[in-house]
């Protein structure tokens, strides 16, 4: 039997808690969708009102040179590439994570000429799938996307196969792939492997170099903090970077941007990925969230990510008896930092919680989905939201009708 | 002979004088640069506060719906349609001009299977260029760009042009195309157009719907004042709807993104244009931006710029007679809100002027560029240009060697 009294003494044996006083948290509310949209940061809107006010309002174009702007989403690349094991100079910051999907996506596929098929596992982020799909389409010819069971992306790769496209951590399960036994293994087959780490950057410990991993995806906005549609990462092993040719090719990603010359001449290593003039308010956000998240140690993160998830499993299971199905793997060596239960209705289940304060989210079908972001998260926060979620099904509050009208974002 | 109490009596005249005081413009300075990143509205530090901590800190993820997120790309794509003359949703707000390009040019290749060459001008700004030939090579077989000299981009378009690449009004000269006349002559030969509106959205009339033009890109951060890397935005006829397909498809252009299905299904209109989650924060401030640009009539814009762009360079030959080349067309049909004259020492005179307080900005090779932004310039403000222009040339202020150091920027 778990108690409140115990928590509590978690919270205070918590090397992270000191962290959360660097979030602004409003009142009244158990946060569980840190996986979805990070808090804010207590330091970003200082941050953005100086790049705003004076960058911006004072100093106009010239901030482009002297307020650092166009060093920006380089400086923020490399506070990445520490995050998820990678050797500086190749990881950029641009765009989003859709659209550099597409980039490597076409790096992959111009890199292994004669192969056509990207693989992919069907639960994988709709995203991801979508933006292989369109590529294909585009490409038209042999060019197709194979979507394998979950799990089975590996026998799915045959030698037409290109590409390997997978989620590090599932964003409705949880469920995380081993990196360095998936991606040893497509590559066997002569295939690349591209990571998308938008539910495990930040979370869980990534190390892109150890597992040799070709080609990596992220989000600015989830576990780094950077805010709604934060600008995403891009990574490139530095064994590809000579034959890199990535299919947008624009200005900032030119090796002389400012000579204007007419023919394009790549920059070295992942600059080239960058394209278009990058959002300076949006990235300086993401900047201070990134810094947030570099000083915690990773290692403490994941325990403490780990234990919660765990711990959040046992509270629900405690309050609400055999009502909620597991998906996320029990093994911490298999999820992410979340828990994912499933319950028919979940859907108004989620908005009953929302409307008591305890904000998780809901995946379709049936997922209610809990974030587990250890910097913002105390131990008492998952005595709360369990105890909440018991009281809301045995109160049967979720039945209200207004729980049942979905709103535009679900 | 000019003199500055004829310009103060056009001040007081001037319409748009009221403008001014919505901008927050530093002391002291002369800014001649709005044309590459416009000016600050004073609305815009209190709506991005705002966003920030209210929205973020304390809505948190509650405010994709209830903060109006999820529509507030499409809420700032119908300002701008309105501004450009397009129809409503023919208008998406969505990544970079660069990366918008690189959709539109897949699209048009995708309409106009058989034919494999981009058609644009050998100056048109160098972004264009390096996307179309990014794309051509990753196409390859028979895909590739050919690249006219100015003003014979139609002679070069024979029957194996997909589309025509072309900027309205040209970033480094100030010449503008004839929209209409253009677009039908490249129609008459098969051929779809692509015009490039960075320079000429908010500072001149366009109309999209009148030059049935097919396709367009634009940027937020320059006439449009959305701040430094703002989202772009892009157009598509309707009449090409229902046939599009855009190279990259990613979940927010997918018909239901929050229903998370397999497989992509477009959003009609241009809706399936917008790929990833976006940038809210720099959103918010372009929101801000286009407001202020639709509350200004354009005829009036249009007039005041003519008439500053014609001031300005004979302010400027009368306070430094016979040292300037004019570059940007005399007819101000045939120009945009710029002024551009050349000079062997051109980087090193914009310094020297800079250093002054005159802000405008050097285009490679011995470009002198003035951007006319007529709802914060005053008349009293070329007066100034001039005459600071006119003593850096007496003083030959401009041969200090600490001109001559190129910043990353210049």
Redesign the interface.
């Known amino acids: 039997m778990l108690t409140r009294t115990a928590l509590d003494q978690l919270d205070r044996d918590d090397p992270l808690a000191p962290f959360r006083g660097r979030f602004?948290l409003?009142p009244g509310?158990v946060?569980l969708?840190g996986n979805?949209?990070g808090?804010?940061p207590r330091a970003?809107?200082g941050r953005?009102?100086e790049v705003?006010?004076r960058?911006?309002?004072?100093g106009?174009?010239?901030?482009?040179?002297d307020a650092g702007?166009?060093?920006l989403a380089a400086r923020v690349a490399d506070s990445i590439a520490r995050l998820v094991g990678a050797a500086p100079g190749s990881v950029a910051v641009a765009?989003?994570?859709?659209?550099n999907l597409?980039k490597l996506l076409?790096a992959a596929l111009?890199l292994r000429p004669g192969r056509c098929v990207v693989v992919s596992e069907?639960d994988n982020?709709?995203?991801d799938?979508?933006?292989a799909?369109?590529?294909a389409?585009?490409?038209g010819g042999e060019h197709r996307v194979r979507?394998a069971e979950p799990g089975a992306a590996i026998d799915a790769t045959g030698d037409d196969a290109a590409v390997v496209m997978l989620s590090h951590v599932n964003y409705?399960t949880g469920a995380m792939h081993d990196m360095a036994a998936v991606t040893r293994a497509a590559q066997e087959r002569g295939a690349l492997v591209l990571w998308d780490l938008a539910h495990s950057a930040g979370a869980v410990p990534v190390d892109l170099s150890a597992a040799d991993a070709d080609f990596a995806v992220g989000c600015g906005?989830k576990f780094l903090n950077g805010?709604?549609?934060?600008?995403?990462f891009l990574y490139a092993a530095p064994r590809l970077h000579a034959g890199l040719?990535?299919?947008?090719?624009?200005?900032l990603?030119?090796a002389a941007?400012?000579?204007?010359?007419?023919?394009?001449r790549a920059a070295s290593g992942l600059a080239q990925a960058v394209?278009?003039?990058?959002?300076?308010?949006?990235?300086a956000?993401l900047e201070v969230g990134i810094s947030l998240a570099l000083e915690a140690p990773l290692s403490d993160v994941r325990a403490k990510s780990a234990r919660q998830v765990a711990l959040l499993a046992a509270l629900i299971e405690q309050a609400a008896p055999g009502i909620f199905r597991r998906v996320t793997p029990d093994d911490p060596a298999r999820h992410g930092s979340q828990l994912c239960l499933s319950h028919p209705d979940a859907y108004a289940i989620m908005q009953a919680l929302?409307d008591r304060g305890v904000?998780g989210?809901f995946?379709?079908p049936d997922i209610l989905r809990f974030g587990i972001t250890p910097l913002t998260l105390s131990y008492a926060d998952l005595w709360d939201a369990a105890a909440t979620l018991g009281a809301v099904m045995a109160e049967g509050a979720w039945r209200d009708p207004r729980f049942a009208v979905r709103?535009?974002?679900?």
């Open positions: 602004a409003p509310v946060y969708d979805s949209l808090p804010l970003t809107p953005v009102a705003v006010a960058e911006w309002g004072e106009l174009i010239r901030s482009w040179n702007w166009i060093d765009d989003s994570t859709s659209v597409f076409g111009t069907r982020f709709p995203t799938l979508y933006v799909q369109g590529m389409a585009f490409l979507l409705r906005y805010g709604p549609g934060a600008p995403a040719r990535f299919p947008i090719t624009g200005w990603g030119h941007p400012f000579a204007f010359k007419t023919e394009y394209v278009g003039t990058p959002p300076i308010l949006s990235l956000a929302i904000i989210d995946r379709a709103g535009a974002v679900t």
